[in-house]
T-cell receptor, first 117, second 110 residues
Framework: DVKVTQSSRYLVKRTGEKVFLECVQD?????MFWYRQDPGLGLRLIYF???????EKGDIPEGYSVSREKKERFSLILESASTNQTSMYLC????????????????FGPGTRLTVL | KNQVEQSPQSLIILEGKNCTLQ??????????LRWYKQDTGRGPVSLTI?????NTKSNGRYTATLDADTKQSSLHITASQLSDSASYIC?????????FGKGTMLLVSP
């Protein structure tokens, strides 16, 4: 039973291209996240969204933007891809109940391995 | 600043042996702690979820412990198998915060 899906497993783009990474979750979660994962650096938060049309910068938002037009979909956009954005990109979602207590397990998508040439 | 430190950074063990991975954190307030397994090229998959009132939780050959006083957690793998080769990530969740460790890379050798 698929919970979080990402549009592509592997993606190769050229420097300067505009890149869209799509993430869809079917659990009605309010909160969605985009991370990138690099060797030795672990998972780093790029952007997150706690509601439709709401977005917050994470730790490394530079060079990225996001879009959350529908609750189930959270898109990561690279306006002009650069070689240092070559990475594994992971989407995740979670739902919280009162006082910030997580209601559901955070689910990760399968990841998108992006290579920028 | 919220931090999660994992050790060792990498580990090689023989098939059939046991091992223990460590996770120390300084996240406050604390909600729950999770261990994830991530196979190469795949997204992380949850192994265990523990709240502050739980000391130990098992999932098959995986057993996680939590000491909320010392802010330490461990993941014990029993009778390791080749398929256990993966990265193991500790995640500590506060109130609307998520803090990740950098993971321990485990290689199980035949």
């Amino acid at each position: 039973d698929v919970k979080v899906t990402q549009s592509s497993r592997y993606l190769v783009k050229r420097t300067g291209e505009k890149v869209f990474l799509e993430c869809v979750q079917d659990m009605d979660h309010e909160n969605m996240f985009w991370y990138r994962q690099d060797p030795g650096l672990g998972l780093r938060l790029i952007y997150f969204s706690y509601d439709v049309k709401m977005k917050e910068k994470g730790d490394i938002p530079e060079g990225y933007s996001v879009s959350r037009e529908k609750k189930e979909r959270f898109s990561l956009i690279l306006e002009s891809a650069s070689t240092n954005q070559t990475s594994m990109y992971l989407c995740a979602s979670i739902s919280y109940r009162g006082r910030g207590m997580p209601k559901n397990e955070q689910f990760f998508g399968p990841g998108t391995r992006l290579t920028v040439l | 600043k919220n931090q999660v430190e994992q050790s060792p950074q990498s580990l090689i063990i023989l098939e059939g042996k046991n091992c223990t991975l460590q996770c120390n954190y300084t996240v406050s307030p604390f909600s729950n702690l999770r261990w994830y397994k991530q196979d190469t090229g795949r997204g992380p998959v949850s192994l265990t979820i523990m709240t502050f009132s739980e000391n130990t939780k098992s999932n098959g050959r995986y057993t996680a412990t939590l000491d909320a006083d010392t802010k330490q957690s461990s993941l014990h793998i029993t009778a390791s198998q080749l398929s256990d080769s993966a990265s193991y990530i500790c995640v500590v969740i506060g109130y609307s915060t998520l803090t990740f460790g950098k993971g321990t890379m485990l290689l199980v050798s035949p």
